[in-house]
């Protein structure tokens, strides 16, 4: 097991450019979560995969986010014509899914730093 | 979502027992308690989840009230790495659609926990 991975660790980028992160999940687990943290707040849903599809997403997600997950393995995160308030902490999770294990824990990355200037 | 309260912030000394509090009144049949720990700089990291009776593992304890209504994670010698913020959530394992959950976890702003050496 080693953990979730996410990279880069930290992105500076100026407003308007993408810019897209990755996530590599602990390899036998078919589900996978992005969040979002900004400073003081608890981590905030943005989206959620079982394998490759794509089964839920966040009213914050805007039209400016996207995520996939080819194959069901690793995700990527984009998102375009970025903005100040995008500044954040962006968490990647996985879980194993099946019905016997629903409480399965959630096993969380150290997250991808963005500031946007 | 289910929602739960938590202090704000609590302090302990090293070596000593702690006790954080969760109240979560509107907590259906279905929810199951789950606490998870962000320490600086990282990804939260699961601690510990129940249903109805208390639970022990290597990290920490969780009591449950016997209505459901709170309950209480307990470190019983805290250590200055057990300094973070703990999170007490409610998993739903049911869609309100009486799907199987996706699992996903809710996070309120959670208890910054000093520990004094």
């Known amino acids: 097991d080693t953990g979730v991975s996410q990279n880069p660790r930290h992105k500076i980028t100026k407003r308007g450019q993408n810019v897209t992160f990755r996530c590599d999940p602990i390899s036998e687990h078919n589900r996978l979560y992005w969040y979002r943290q900004t400073l003081g707040q608890g981590p905030e849903f943005l989206t959620y995969f079982q394998n490759e599809a794509q089964l839920e997403k966040s009213r914050l997600l805007s039209d400016r986010f996207s995520a996939e997950r080819p194959k069901g393995s690793f995700s990527t995160l984009e998102i375009q014509r970025t903005e100040q308030g995008d500044s954040a902490m962006y968490l990647c999770a996985s879980s194993l899914g099946n019905p016997s294990s629903y409480n399965s824990p959630l096993h969380f990355g150290n997250g991808t730093r963005l500031t946007v200037t | 979502d289910a929602k739960t309260t938590q202090p704000n912030s609590m302090e302990s000394n090293e070596e000593e027992p702690v006790h954080l509090p969760c109240n979560h009144s509107t907590i259906s049949g279905t929810d199951y308690i789950h606490w998870y720990r962000q320490l600086p700089s990282q990804g939260p990291e699961y601690v510990i989840h129940g249903l109805t009776s208390n639970v022990n593992n290597r990290m920490a304890s969780l009591a449950i009230a016997e209505d459901r209504k709170s309950s209480t994670l307990i470190l019983h010698r805290a250590t200055l790495r057990d300094a973070a913020v703990y999170y007490c959530?409610?998993?739903?394992?049911?869609?309100?659609?009486?799907?199987?959950?996706?699992?996903?976890?809710?996070f309120g702003q959670g208890t910054i926990l000093t520990v004094h050496p």
């Open positions: 959530i409610l998993r739903d394992r049911t869609r309100r659609d009486g799907g199987t959950s996706y699992g996903k976890l809710t």
